[in-house]
C-alpha cells in the first residue's frame, strides 16, 4: 500500500509542479498523499484524534483494520455510478489525470525526457579501393548566353555592337558599344517581337582602376506585352559624354539628371541637363569613388551659410541626459 502511494503521490508531482500535497498519518503508521490542486506552497497537517475519556479507565482495544475505517474518511467508490457526476468522471477526478498513466517508483520525478538522438551523417566513407565521389560545385552565379533565339537575334542584327550577352540570377544582361547604344534601344522600343516600351531605371557605376572606361551606365528595361527584363550596360570614358535615351523614354529625363549630379556624367542630346538633387554650384559629384565619405566644410557652405554661436544654459540637458540615464 506504502508503494502505491508513493506511486500516486509521484505522478502529481510530475503532472502539477506547483500541487499541494496533504500527508495524514493513521493510527498504524502508513502515510496516506492526496493532492488538493494548485497553490503557492504546500503545508503538511498532522491530525491526531484528542483521547476524552478521563484517565485510568480502560480503553477497549479495536483492531486496526477498524480503526483505519474509523479514522479515515469513507471515499466513494469508482465503481459506484450515483457517484459520477454529469460528465461521467469522479468527484475530484478530470479527464486529464484518467487519460495520465500512473507512473512506477522507479521512474524519475521532475526529469526531461531524453532528446532524441540525431540521425546519422550522411557523409560516406569510401572503403578501401573505393573512389570517393566529386565535391559538389557551388551554383554558377554568371553564365553566357548561348540559347536564347531573341538575344541570338539581335546579336545578328547588331553584330559586334553587343560585346557581351550574360544571364546573372536569372536577369539577362548585354553591354553594348556607345556608338550603337541609342540603335540597339531603338529596335528593343519599337521591335515587335521586344516592345520594352518600359524605362524601369537608368543608374551608374564608377570603376576609378578601369583606365577609359571608367563609368558603366546601366538602363533597366521591361516589356509588358512579353512579361520580359533586360539589362544594358555601355561603358564610358570619364572625359566623354553619353549619349541620351530621353527621345526613345521620356521618363530618363530625370534619371539621367541625377546621374549627372551624382556622378558628373553628361549625356549628350539631353533637353535639360542640370543637377537634380544638389544646387546647381555645388563641387564634386557624391557618388564617384574619389569623393569623401565624411561631411566637410566646402567653398559652397563657406559662401551660402552663416556661422554664428549660440549661447545656451546646457544645466537642463546635462540634468536631462542624467535621468535617462
Partial sequence: MLKAVRSEAQLFHHKFSRAEVLVSLSLC??????????????????????????????????PSDQAD?????????????????????????????????KLSPADPVGDKPAPPKAPPKADHKPVSGEKPAPAKKGPVITSDITDDPFIERIRGRFGDAITEAVATLGQQILRVKKESYVDVCRFLHDEEDAEFKMCVDVTAIHWPDRKGEEFDVVLFLYSVTKNRRLRLKVAVADSEACPSVTGIWAGANWMEREIYDMFGIVFEGHPDLRRILLPPDWPGHPLRKEYPIGYQDNEWTDKHLQYREIDYDTSLIDVKYAERR
Avoid: H, Y
Avoid at 502508513?30 to 491530525?47: I, L
Avoid at 455510478?81 to 486529464?96: F, H, I, V, W
Fill in 29 to 62: 503508521g502508513q502515510r496516506r498523499v492526496g493532492c488538493r490542486g494548485f497553490c503557492d506552497k504546500a503545508e503538511d497537517t498532522m491530525t491526531d484524534e484528542p483521547n476524552d475519556k478521563p484517565a485510568g479507565e480502560e480503553t477497549e482495544s479495536v
Fill in 69 to 101: 475505517k474509523a479514522k479515515t474518511p469513507s471515499q466513494p467508490s469508482a465503481t459506484t455510478p450515483a457517484n459520477k457526476d454529469k460528465t461521467g468522471e469522479l468527484p475530484g477526478q478530470t479527464s486529464a489525470s484518467v487519460a495520465e498513466p
